[in-house]
């Protein structure tokens, strides 16, 4: 999103917003601006799943109804390298080399 506040001679202040969304605002006061709340559309679907026994396959249903990236993480939250397989737009398999076990991020 993208909101752009120009202060204008005269102490004017204008608000463009340059994408879909809405901004509420509160108060314009010399050199100053109050804005309450910023939103845009329903935002994007996420999911976490959290595998805590080791497998070096898991089965994970998101329900995200698409087939979203998919982020792999140790239980460090660094980057762990696997196979993604989008089984369906809710469903995915994740092969690994060696049984491993932590998190995956779907967005």
Same mark, same amino acid.
């Given at each position: ?23 509420? $605002? ?5 050199? +100053? *601006?109050?804005? !309450?709340?910023?939103? &845009?559309?329903?935002?994007?679907? /996420? ?16 329900? $995200? ?5 998919? +982020? *792999?993480?140790? !239980?460090?939250?660094? &980057?762990?390298?696997?196979?993604? /397989? ?22």
């Amino acid at each position: 999103m993208s909101v752009t506040i120009n202060l204008i001679e005269g102490n004017e202040v204008t608000i463009q917003r340059n994408v879909i969304g809405s901004v509420e $605002l509160v108060n314009t006061v010399p050199n +100053s *601006v109050t804005v !309450s709340q910023v939103a &845009v559309g329903s935002g994007d679907l /996420h999911f976490e799943h959290t595998q805590s026994a080791a497998s070096d396959q898991w089965d994970v249903t998101h329900n $995200l109804n698409k087939k979203p990236a998919v +982020s *792999v993480l140790d !239980s460090n939250d660094y &980057v762990v390298y696997a196979i993604v /397989h989008h089984i369906t737009n809710n469903r995915v398999i994740i092969e690994f080399n060696v049984p491993t076990f932590g998190k995956a991020v779907f967005n």
